[in-house]
């Protein structure tokens, strides 16, 4: 006999006269709740100012017939007319952007405000729950195991490879010499290659085209997310599915996720091959022994590098890390610690979330050096006396010898450190950042409250080219980070890698890899540009391109000072 048989009709009748009110309560109070807090949030959200928003659509229909090209002078535009804190409605969802350093503080060094906005949702079938965007103890767990994984010794070890790479793509430019070429698609296939071969430990001979194809494939990809955020239709799944970016993007995320399977395959292949012979993944430490050293190796490296003055003000725990390096660890790379921990359990992490987290690092880590090092490229082409002094500095540490650059080499490359921080700050690679608001907060300016559930974008662009902080911000002055001007401005004033506790994690390897492959350029080639930076047609679509191309010539650098 069934369990339903058991009940009589008296029973039921007694069930549906609670169960159906208990349902009609809940769903009234839930939609009481949400009218509330709609309430709220139109209330409070309407009290900052910003453009006439319409019923229903709110400002979405701003973004109609725009090309991505002209969003970043749109909202340039908001920011002179409405000030450094600025309202928009997309449909029913509140839009604050912000551009005041002392508000941006109060959202980025908060421990409470670090989920990220919906809007980066759209990267989910691409990145998965990478750290990129995921939240709660899986962000937490995953950071804390992944940051240390560009710790200063193991970046240290990076410098052979970023090295030859250099040297690889010096030899492949020399094709370009006398025409008018794209640096960036140089700079992306070479970001990508250093990139495997040491967060992924994937040699150069099983590397292969394919990473071409990524980086060209992850650039299109950008293009569309970027497109899902601003157009009001493209964010419902249900529409995105009828229109051709659909099948495009399966079609893209076939070439990106073809290459991270094969990189995580062949990465797993070996260390079962290897556990069978009985080797471990070497060490960080053990791989450092085969790395050139000088004699004051050891002096150096203690010494606190890397821009501690620019960096400061938001210490996080890529510092904690290399501050804390007592006695000998077990140190590894990226994928190399994470397969490791796969198979013997000691983080718990699946082989799916490897695969999230080397999507994001492959992402993160390539496009965003390709941009900030071919806008550099393009800013000494404009700059020649600049570029004459980076080179002067350069001549001072190698003279006209061909050798390859050490780790020492890289902390006396002052000028060159300024002339990235400077090009960062014009044009900082990651324009915007977006978090979800999950707590009413109050800001500096005005005493404004962000209600809970909004969505705050925070505008690195604008930040960056604020007068108050910079004296005529839009001239390139690689002076702006000499220490005395750093000394006393407002941390949050220079923002290019986030900061608080979702900065970036690979900021010292970013900084590093830099210095390494535009020192390698610039001692091979002397960069000319034909056009000025008034001239660049800027596309903010997640990571900051030159819309019009970055486009440069190369002449043969000879190997003598400028003033000879
Ligand atoms: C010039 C180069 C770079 C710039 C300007 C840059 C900038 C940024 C920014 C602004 C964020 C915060 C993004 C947000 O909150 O939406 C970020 C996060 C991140 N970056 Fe970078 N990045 C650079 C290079 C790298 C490299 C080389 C790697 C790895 C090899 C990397 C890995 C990451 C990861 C994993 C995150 C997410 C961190 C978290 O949420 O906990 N980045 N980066």
């Known amino acids: 006999m069934t369990v339903v048989e058991d009940i009589q009709p008296?029973?039921?009748?007694?069930?549906?006269?609670?169960?159906?009110?208990?349902?009609?309560?809940?769903?009234?109070?839930?939609?009481?709740?949400?009218?509330q807090q709609q309430t709220k949030m139109y209330k409070l959200g309407n009290k900052i100012p910003g453009p006439l928003a319409l019923p229903i659509f709110g400002n979405a229909l701003l973004a109609i017939n725009k090309k991505p090209e002209q969003l970043l002078s749109i909202a340039l535009e908001y920011y002179a007319y409405y000030g450094s804190v600025v309202r928009g409605w997309l449909g029913n969802n509140l839009i604050i952007f912000l551009a005041d350093p002392n508000d941006v503080e109060v959202i980025l060094n908060s421990n409470v405000h670090i989920d990220k906005a919906s809007e980066y949702k759209f990267f989910?079938?691409?990145?998965?729950?990478?750290?990129?965007?995921?939240?709660?103890?899986?962000?937490?767990?995953h950071r804390k195991m992944i940051a240390p994984t560009f710790h200063i010794n193991i970046l240290k070890s990076f410098v052979g490879v970023f090295n030859q790479n250099s040297?690889?793509?010096?030899?492949?430019?020399?094709?370009?010499?006398?025409?008018?070429?794209?640096?960036?698609d140089y700079m992306s296939g070479v970001t990508v290659d250093i990139l495997l071969e040491t967060a992924m430990g994937i040699t150069k001979e099983t590397q292969d085209q394919s990473?071409?194809?990524?980086?060209?494939a992850v650039m299109k990809m950008c293009d569309i997310i970027h497109q899902r955020h601003y157009k009001i239709w493209l964010r419902f799944d249900a529409l995105f599915k009828f229109t051709s970016f659909f099948e495009k993007?399966?079609?893209?995320?076939?070439?990106i996720h073809g290459l991270t399977n094969k990189v995580i395959k062949n990465k797993k292949e070996r260390y079962l091959q290897n556990k069978a012979k009985g080797i471990i993944p070497p060490?960080?430490?053990?791989?450092?022994?085969?790395?050139?050293k000088t004699e004051n190796y050891n002096v150096l490296a203690n010494e606190k590098t890397l821009a501690d003055t620019v960096f400061k003000g938001y210490r996080d725990d890529l510092d904690f890390n290399d501050e804390n390096d007592v006695g000998e660890k077990k140190r590894l790379a990226f994928l190399d610690l994470m397969i490791e921990s796969a198979q013997n359990g000691s983080n718990k992490i699946t082989d799916f979330e490897i695969k999230e987290e080397v999507d994001t690092i492959m992402f993160e880590g390539h496009d965003t050096t390709a941009a900030g090092s071919s806008f550099v490229l393009c800013l000494l082409g404009i700059h020649q006396d600049i570029q004459a002094r980076v080179y002067d500095e350069l001549y001072g540490i190698f003279g006209d010898s061909d050798r390859p650059a050490t780790f020492e080499d890289t902390l006396q490359m002052k000028y060159l450190e300024r002339v990235i921080f400077e090009s960062l700050r014009m044009y900082p690679p990651v324009p915007i950042i977006a978090r979800k608001i999950n707590r009413d907060v109050k800001i500096a300016t005005n005493d404004y409250v962000l209600p809970a559930g909004c969505t705050v974008v925070i505008g690195t662009y604008g930040i960056h080219r604020n007068p108050k902080y910079y004296e005529n911000p839009d001239v390139f002055n690689p002076d702006n980070f000499l220490p005395e001007k750093t000394q006393n401005?407002?941390?949050?004033?220079?923002?290019p890698f986030s900061a608080g506790p979702r900065s970036c994690v690979g900021r010292k390897y970013a900084i590093l890899k830099l210095k390494i492959l535009l020192s390698t350029i610039l001692r091979n080639y002397k960069m000319v540009s034909d056009i000025t930076e008034d001239k660049f047609v800027l596309q903010a679509d997640i990571i900051l391109k030159r819309h019009d191309g970055f486009r440069v010539q190369i002449e043969p650098r000879k190997r003598v000072p400028s003033t000879a």
């Open 10 to 35: 008296h029973q039921w009748n007694s069930t549906r006269l609670y169960f159906y009110p208990l349902v009609i309560l809940a769903t009234s109070l839930w939609l009481l709740y949400r009218w």
């Open 124 to 141: 989910q079938p691409w990145l998965g729950e990478g750290l990129l965007i995921s939240s709660g103890e899986k962000w937490r767990s």
């Open 167 to 184: 040297k690889n793509v010096v030899e492949k430019m020399r094709g370009e010499m006398g025409k008018v070429f794209d640096v960036h």
């Open 211 to 216: 990473g071409f194809d990524y980086a060209m």
């Open 249 to 255: 993007q399966k079609k893209l995320l076939e070439i």
């Open 283 to 292: 060490t960080i430490d053990e791989i450092s022994k085969t790395t050139p």
């Open 489 to 495: 401005r407002h941390y949050y004033s220079y923002i």
